[in-house]
Every structure is written in C-alpha cells, then in structure tokens.
C-alpha cells in the first residue's frame, strides 16, 4: 500500500522564479492538504483540498495556490518566490477531510 | 484563529526515564489534538491523538492526556529508549465541514541517551 508520495524531492530555484510541487495521496484517501514547515519550526498549514475544491486556506498569500485532480492528486504552486519560501513543503492526505493526516516525506525547496 | 504553544522546546532524558510534553491551544472549539514525531530528514508521523470527548488515551508506553477547561494537552512517555529521540509536535484542529486544518506547535527535540 503505497503511502503518500511528494515529488520532486529537492528543488533550488532563482527568486522570481515559479515553482510547482506534486503530491499523490495514500490509498484510499480523497483529501489533500499542504503545509510549509521551515526550519526549526513546526508545519504552517497552507491550504486544503476535498473533491478537488479549496476548503480551507491558512494565513498565505495569493501567490500560493493549488489544484486537486480526480484521481485526488494534487499541485502545490508558488509564484514570484522569495528567499523567505525557502522551506520544506509537506503534503498530508486523509479520508473525507477526517482528521488523522498521513504526511509525505516532503519537496526541500531552496530559493537562490 | 488558533495558536499552539509547545513546552519544552528542548527535553533530554537517560533511558528508562518518563519523558512529559506539554502543549495549550487557544481555541476553545478545538477537538482535535494528534502528536507527530519526526526524526531527523523524514516525514512527520502520526503516533497518538485524542479527541475532546475523551481525558486520556494510552497505546503501549505513549499517552495523551487532555484538559479542556485549561486549554492543555500533554504527552507522556514512559520507559524512554533511544530511538525514541526525535522532534515531537503537538496540533490542534477544529474539526468541521470546512476543513480539518492542523495547527502545529513549534515542536520539543527529545533526546534520550543510554
């Protein structure tokens, strides 16, 4: 049983630049949720996704925005980056927006 | 909106000691509090929650006791062993039909030495 899985692992990108992370869910699992978690520090939730609508967004900005797919997949992107973006990015997925989040091993982003 | 705060941020224990992290939540509709831990380089994992129907909850030498008129949560480790060194974090959420956001305390760098 595949868990959930994050791509790309480490990516290094140019301020300004933009950026797109992909996460795939656990099995069974129709819920996606992002969170920023910077070093030292605990997750930042960034937003969630059910039935591939935003359901819930935390305290980021415009230029972080997402997509769900049908098969529950879903895009991370972040636009006109800032060195402050650098962080890792972790996806979470659940059951029916349930509360027990499975997270995935997370994308290092590095902002240059 | 909610806010977390996470006590101690760092906790060094010997072997076979007890190991006790505290954590309060600002949001009183809370009802939601898991516990992650994560090691070094991986993912955050999922190791005990409670909900705030319920005042205690064990699994084995891990438990999570919670104090809804005070606003506190804590995890208890007993019988600490090595590999139980890691980053514990605490969360709280607001369990409804928006969403199930996590909001996460700053975490407590456990180690346990033998």
């Known amino acids: 049983d595949a868990g959930v899985t994050q791509s790309p692992t480490h990516l290094i990108k140019t301020r300004g630049q933009q950026v797109t992370l992909r996460c795939s869910p656990k099995s069974g699992h129709d819920t996606v949720s992002w969170y920023q978690q910077a070093l030292g520090q605990g997750p930042q939730f960034i937003f969630q996704?059910?039935?591939?609508?935003?359901?819930q967004r935390g305290n980021f900005p415009d230029r972080f925005s997402g997509h769900q797919f049908p098969n529950y997949s879903s895009e991370l992107n972040v636009n006109a980056l800032l060195l402050g973006d650098s962080a890792l990015y972790l996806c979470a997925s659940s059951y029916r927006q349930g509360p027990e989040a499975f997270f995935g091993q997370g994308t290092r982003l590095t902002v240059v | 909106g909610e806010n977390v705060e996470q006590h101690p941020s760092t906790l060094s224990v010997q072997e076979g000691d007890s190991a006790v992290i505290k954590c309060t939540y600002s949001d009183s509709a809370s009802n939601y509090f898991p516990w992650y831990k994560q090691e070094l380089g991986k993912r955050p994992q999922l190791i005990i929650d409670i909900r705030s129907n319920v005042g205690e909850k064990k699994d084995q030498r891990i438990a999570v006791t919670l104090n809804k008129t005070a606003k506190h949560f804590s995890l208890h480790i007993t019988e600490t062993q090595p590999e139980d060194s890691a980053v514990y974090f605490c969360?709280?959420?607001?369990?409804?039909?928006?969403?199930?956001?996590?909001?996460f305390g700053k975490g407590t760098t456990l180690s346990v030495s033998s």
């Open positions: 969360a709280a959420s607001r369990l409804n039909q928006a969403g199930t956001a996590l909001i």
């Open positions: 996704y059910y039935e591939e609508e935003e359901r």
